[in-house]
């Protein structure tokens, strides 16, 4: 083999790996996954905005 079908089969690993990684995150399934993800940075803020929540989440301790 020559560098030649080398740099050909690197781009196509690559190629599938990039087409993988797309389909993963554009994918029915993950979508509540990430959904939810993105809306944990909110309930942050809401837990260090209110006192009361605070004391709710550090009394299980």
Known sequence: MDYGTYRGVYTLILMVLFLVIVY??????SKSKFDDIAQSIFEED??????NLKEQKNGND
Not at 24 to 29: G, L, P, Q, S, V
Not at 46 to 51: L, R
């Open 46 to 51: 809401e837990v260090n905005k209110d006192p």
């Open 24 to 29: 993963w995150a554009y994918n029915k399934k």
